[in-house]
């Protein structure tokens, strides 16, 4: 019987040795730092939520690799659309575990690892490594990551031209390939087990570039490089109580760099096919699967801050106000769109390879567009309508322990409907952190761009349904309606031009 790790066995699995800088210093242990901490444990409560009896319907089904065991749903390949509707249900689950603030849980890489066992004759070559990895994967609930877009070094240079930047292979041996370079950004990669590296934008035109692989997180010459920690911060400048979603929800984004790394044979996807790593987006069936995760995790994060934007207008005593329930009901509308979109991918798969299914791309490419335009909106909302109520708030927790200063927060923050003064900072805080706080900037800036570039999700809608033959149909459609009339009126039986009630002018 095989089973996931359980959030101990998770937690003890990143003490690794792995190579994580920040502030200057190289982090000793990641799962007692102050940076990574609380998000480890965090993600913990996943890996423990797939032994919790009363949530293993939800999250678990069987594995698919000829060992008897379970795993996480949306590890597996899904067959149908009631497959998929589970998937669904998992993935909204262990998304509600962090209130929909973690967009890269271990689930998240599962778009991309549930395809390998269906799709494995994609990669060949290397295809029995795909077969490996989807069983090693499946049956462990493996935490992967991934750094795929090329830094924004030269962007205006041919990739193969910044050799010095670009992750490309060095040389060959009989033991591997010997790589180097920087990706961005691998969010979330110091909680993980394993990074994968692809390639996205820019097509490359030489072999040493042509690569698609994963490299286990304490493979010498891989360096994380991070930004300031949200969760450090928040413990060094106040306390959960004034950070409680910065304090344990980090997934800190960090610069990914490969200094001769060797990767082994047995963890190559693809290697030297220039037409083969520009097909992979399109054809590995990562694509559909990411878009459904994240549509279905974002929909669920909405809940959360509509139930938040509720609470705060409520103690605000602006909740009965038209306009502000008007634009309250604006943000159901957007949480009610992404559940939509989610239910549509999966209550219509498209057919794949070797009877697998994969989520509707449609609806999944029209989530990457309408999560660019509606978080920024959501947000806007917040700052309009909770306005200074956001910042009417005293400095910490250290203030109501003031008996000096206790009894004005008492009579001057209190909130409306018998909320008191602690209760209603609470609310502010944690409503600060989604929206104002480094954190809140940051996740509106990871909304916006984490399923492509602004450009890139429109013109990949565009073309996919080019591919499709969709757009083509609906030129047929109008031309359709243009047929049924010429300059001398109606070319159809059925309906009639009336000429005798025209003027002299109209006939």
Same mark, same amino acid.
């Given at each position: 019987?095989?089973?996931?790790?359980?959030?101990?066995?998770?937690?003890?699995?990143?003490?690794?040795?792995?190579?994580?800088?920040?502030?200057?210093?190289?982090?000793?242990?990641?799962?007692?730092?102050?940076?990574?901490?609380?998000?480890?444990?965090?993600?913990?409560?996943?890996?423990?939520?797939?032994?919790?009896?009363?949530?293993?319907?939800?999250?678990?089904?069987?594995?698919?690799?000829?060992?008897?065991?379970?795993?996480?749903?949306?590890?597996?390949?899904? /067959?149908?659309?009631?497959?998929?509707?589970? =998937?669904?249900?998992?993935?909204?689950?262990?998304?509600?575990?962090?209130?929909?603030?973690?967009?890269?849980?271990?689930?998240?890489?599962?778009?991309?690892?549930?395809?390998?066992?269906?799709?494995?004759?994609?990669?060949?070559?290397?295809? =029995?490594?795909?077969?490996?990895?989807? /069983? +090693?994967?499946?049956?462990?609930?493996? $935490?992967?990551?991934?750094?795929?877009?090329?830094?924004?070094?030269?962007?205006?240079?041919?990739?193969?031209?910044?050799?010095?930047?670009?992750?490309?292979?060095?040389? +060959?041996?009989?033991?591997?390939?010997?790589?180097?370079?920087?990706?961005?950004?691998?969010?979330?990669?110091?909680?993980?087990?394993?990074?994968?590296?692809?390639?996205?934008?820019?097509?490359?035109?030489?072999?040493?570039?042509?690569?698609?692989?994963?490299?286990?997180?304490?493979?010498?010459?891989?360096?994380?490089?991070?930004?300031?920690?949200? %969760?450090?911060?928040?413990?060094?400048?106040?306390?959960?109580?004034?950070?409680?979603?910065?304090?344990?929800?980090?997934?800190?984004?960090?610069?990914?760099?490969?200094?001769?790394?060797?990767?082994?044979?047995?963890?190559? $996807?693809?290697?030297?096919?220039?037409?083969?790593?520009?097909?992979?987006?399109?054809? %590995?069936?990562?694509?559909?699967? $990411?878009?459904?995760?994240?549509?279905?995790?974002?929909?669920?994060?909405?809940?959360?801050?509509?139930?938040?934007?509720?609470?705060?207008?409520?103690?605000?005593?602006?909740?009965?106000?038209?306009g502000v329930q008007s634009r309250l009901g604006e943000v159901l509308a957007w949480r009610n769109l992404f559940w939509g979109l989610s239910d549509a991918a999966a /209550?219509?798969?498209?057919?794949?390879?070797?009877?697998?299914?994969?989520?509707?791309?449609?609806?999944?490419?029209?989530?990457?567009?309408?999560?660019?335009?509606?978080?920024?909106?959501?947000?806007?909302?917040?700052?309009?309508?909770?306005?200074?109520?956001?910042?009417?708030?005293?400095?910490?927790?250290?203030? $109501?322990?003031?008996?000096?200063?206790?009894?004005?927060?008492?009579?001057?923050?209190?909130? %409306?409907?018998?909320?008191?003064?602690?209760?209603?900072?609470?609310?502010?805080?944690?409503?600060?952190?989604?929206?104002?706080?480094?954190?809140g900037g940051r996740h509106e800036l990871y909304e916006r761009n984490y399923g492509g570039n602004h450009e890139n999700t429109r013109i990949e809608l565009l073309y996919?349904?080019?591919?499709?033959?969709?757009?083509? =149909?609906?030129?047929?459609?109008?031309? /359709?309606?243009?047929?049924?009339?010429?300059?001398?009126?109606?070319?159809?039986?059925?309906?009639? %031009?009336?000429?005798?009630?025209?003027?002299?002018?109209?006939?």
């Open positions: 019987m095989t089973s996931p790790m359980t959030g101990d066995e998770y937690v003890r699995s990143l003490q690794d040795g792995r190579e994580i800088h920040l502030h200057g210093e190289r982090v000793k242990d990641v799962t007692t730092h102050p940076a990574f901490h609380n998000p480890v444990r965090m993600t913990a409560r996943l890996y423990d939520a797939l032994h919790d009896p009363s949530q293993r319907e939800v999250l678990t089904r069987p594995t698919d690799t000829g060992s008897p065991g379970y795993t996480h749903s949306f590890f597996a390949t899904p /067959r149908s659309a009631t497959d998929l509707i589970a =998937d669904q249900r998992a993935i909204a689950a262990w998304s509600r575990l962090s209130y929909g603030w973690m967009g890269r849980s271990p689930d998240y890489k599962a778009s991309f690892l549930g395809t390998l066992g269906a799709n494995a004759e994609f990669y060949e070559p290397f295809s =029995d490594n795909a077969r490996r990895w989807y /069983r +090693e994967s499946q049956e462990k609930v493996l $935490f992967w990551n991934h750094a795929i877009v090329h830094p924004p070094v030269d962007r205006n240079r041919p990739p193969d031209e910044v050799a010095d930047v670009f992750v490309h292979v060095e040389r +060959e041996t009989d033991a591997g390939l010997v790589v180097s370079g920087a990706k961005v950004v691998a969010t979330g990669s110091a909680l993980s087990h394993y990074n994968f590296i692809a390639h996205y934008g820019l097509p490359v035109k030489k072999r040493q570039f042509a690569l698609v692989a994963t490299i286990p997180m304490d493979a010498p010459g891989m360096k994380l490089i991070c930004r300031p920690s949200y %969760s450090a911060n928040a413990a060094v400048t106040g306390s959960p109580f004034d950070y409680p979603l910065s304090s344990r929800l980090d997934e800190n984004d960090t610069i990914l760099v490969l200094d001769k790394v060797l990767v082994p044979w047995e963890n190559v $996807f693809i290697y030297g096919d220039v037409d083969k790593v520009r097909l992979f987006t399109g054809q %590995s069936g990562f694509l559909p699967r $990411f878009t459904f995760h994240g549509c279905t995790r974002l929909a669920v994060k909405l809940e959360f801050i509509a139930g938040l934007l509720a609470k705060a207008l409520d103690i605000t005593g602006a909740g009965d106000f038209r /209550r219509n798969p498209v057919d794949w390879v070797g009877g697998a299914v994969l989520p509707n791309p449609q609806y999944g490419l029209a989530y990457r567009w309408f999560a660019q335009v509606g978080y920024p909106r959501i947000r806007e909302i917040v700052l309009q309508d909770v306005a200074s109520g956001l910042i009417y708030v005293n400095s910490g927790t250290a203030d $109501f322990a003031d008996p000096e200063v206790r009894p004005y927060l008492d009579k001057y923050l209190r909130g %409306s409907g018998g909320a008191d003064a602690e209760e209603r900072v609470k609310v502010m805080k944690l409503l600060w952190d989604a929206v104002g706080t480094e954190f996919d349904q080019l591919a499709s033959g969709d757009v083509d =149909d609906y030129r047929s459609f109008v031309e /359709r309606c243009m047929a049924e009339y010429d300059l001398d009126g109606w070319t159809v039986p059925d309906l009639e %031009s009336f000429g005798d009630l025209r003027g002299p002018l109209g006939r």
